[in-house]
């Protein structure tokens, strides 16, 4: 009987004993997936090695939240989204989203652009020059003709 119970002791120092060493490797491996700071990694396995039990729930307590991959991860995310806001236009009154060559808001009849009266190119509201023809530069605010009218290719 004395025998069982020496083997049952042997069994469960040595099933603690490998709780414990389980414990403090998962804490090093965890530590070290949510920060890179060699000091919070020492503190955190050091806690969960010096007080098995009250250690790691510490530990729990006081970890990082996010490990390095999510950080990762949302912030790819949230790059993502920045760049896909600014390729997308939106009108400036109801913001819905326009296309670049809409010269007019299909929702809310917002004036987006205005086009050239010399060579048809849409053109910013706040531009007093075309950058494409010049128009506007120094010609006394008035349209040149055209090289050819409309009518005359159509005929």
Aim: glycine content about 8%; charged content about 20%.
């Amino acid at each position: 009987m004395s025998k069982l119970i020496g083997y049952a002791v042997a069994f469960l120092i040595a099933f603690l004993v490998a709780l414990w060493l389980s414990m403090i490797i998962w804490t090093w491996r965890d530590i070290r997936s949510r920060t890179q700071d060699v000091v919070l990694q020492a503190i955190g396995t050091i806690l969960t090695a010096v007080f098995p039990g009250l250690g790691i729930l510490l530990y729990l307590i006081l970890r990082p939240r996010q490990t390095l991959a999510d950080l990762y991860e949302r912030q790819l995310e949230e790059e993502s989204l920045l760049a896909e806001m600014t390729e997308r236009q939106t009108c400036p009154t109801c913001h819905y989203r326009v296309d670049g060559d809409f010269q007019v808001c299909p929702s809310c009849a917002t004036k987006l652009r205005r086009a050239c009266p010399r060579c048809d190119r849409l053109l910013e509201l706040k531009w007093n020059v075309c950058p494409y023809c010049g128009y506007g530069a120094g010609d006394g605010g008035r349209a040149p003709a055209r090289q050819g009218s409309r009518s005359a290719d159509r005929g």
